[in-house]
């Protein structure tokens, strides 16, 4: 099988949107599991649904694709899934190198969907001579004295960084260095690089204060529903006391008893 520094993803691609390309994988994941229940064919409706976007944006998506399916009878699921998989540069394997063993890489090279979404670990590098010569996932970890020559020797053009913020520059620079092309950060900074290097950055703890945000902000709501409704119980006179302004022209923070 051709590996990823060999070849690149069709050329073609380059004409579709970044959204686009940002929910190609969402339609995968759904069609892969329809796939899976030898479903034959599917509806723009019910694929949107399960990718969780809506049909008429999927539709406009898979006409860059040149998928337009069949009135009446939808998309041929498996040939979607070949179409996608082909844009995504998933027909062909893909050696990824991860950096950084600690609990956050030695659970990524422990995940198992890798291997069938068209990604090989080639190889665990890690700084600490401690970790060297363990272990994990099958895969011995490497000293990362060793990385330029595993990225050339495994034709890498995909890394992982799950180091500490403070060494994650320096390894990402000696990717770039070696070969690599295009990196999936995990470390908490932002990665500076030059042209033509892809960088994707996975920040958990980002993701947690958005979630955080959207909590926040739902508990306000359902604070201001409780008052409102609690000011519609009260009668009319006792309502307007709590919205008549104070002495100071301020409305009351609490109800008058």
Not at 246 to 253: F, K, L, N, S
């Amino acid at each position: 099988m051709a590996t990823g520094r060999t070849h690149r993803p069709a050329t073609r691609s380059r004409g579709i949107p970044e959204a686009t390309v940002a929910r190609l994988p969402l339609y995968l994941r759904a069609l892969t599991a329809l796939s899976e229940r030898s479903v034959p064919t599917v509806s723009s409706e019910e694929l949107a649904t399960a990718a969780g976007v809506n049909s008429a944006k999927l539709r406009k998506d898979f006409s860059y694709l040149g998928s337009y399916g069949t009135r009446g009878v939808g998309y041929d699921v498996e040939y979607l899934v070949y179409q996608i998989s082909r844009e995504l540069g998933l027909t062909q394997d893909w050696p990824v190198v991860i950096v950084g063993i600690g609990n956050l890489g030695a659970a990524l090279a422990n995940y198992g969907g890798f291997a069938s979404r068209g990604f090989r670990v080639a190889a665990l590098i890690d700084a600490d001579p401690a970790q060297t010569g363990k272990l994990v996932a099958g895969l011995p970890v490497r000293h990362t004295d060793e990385l330029e020559e595993i990225v050339d020797h495994n034709q890498v053009s995909i890394g992982v960084i799950a180091t500490p913020a403070g060494a994650a520059q320096e390894v990402c620079d000696r990717l770039v260095a070696a070969g690599v092309t295009s990196i999936l950060n995990f470390a908490p900074t932002v990665l500076s690089v030059p042209d033509g290097v892809d960088v994707r950055k996975v920040d958990l703890s980002i993701e947690l204060q958005i979630l955080a945000f959207h909590e926040q902000r739902k508990a306000g709501e359902d604070l201001g529903e409780a008052v409102a409704a609690a000011r519609g119980a009260l009668p009319k006179t006792a309502a307007e006391a709590v919205d008549r302004p104070g002495p100071d022209g301020d409305v009351p923070a609490v109800m008058p008893a």
